[in-house]
């Protein structure tokens, strides 16, 4: 798993993309990112809240028809952005 705290733009996509790595974790994914991500198998693309997750609040993974999914026990702030198969 790899972990940003800044939107991935294209340029960084294609060096991690050199990477193995099953789950990435940013705020945001620029388009191109995604593109280039999509190419790579067994890739999950986690979307954080911009603001970063709150301290006091749990975070949860949580395992769904083989998915993954990322939530705060209070609200349902992160989202997947894409799962290749």
Excluded: H, Y
Excluded at 23 to 44: H, S, Y
Excluded at 65 to 83: D, F, P, Q, T
Aim: a positive charge; glycine letters at 4%.
């Amino acid at each position: 798993m790899l972990a940003f705290n800044r939107v991935v733009d294209a340029a960084t996509a294609e060096e991690v993309a050199k990477l193995f790595a099953e789950c990435i974790a940013a705020p945001g994914f620029a388009d191109r990112a995604k593109e280039i991500f999509a190419a790579k198998k067994n890739l999950r693309l986690l979307e954080l809240p911009a603001g970063g997750l709150e301290p006091e609040r749990e975070l949860q993974l949580k395992r769904i028809l083989g998915e993954c999914w990322c939530s705060s026990r209070i609200s349902a702030k992160s989202r997947i952005v894409s799962c290749a198969r």
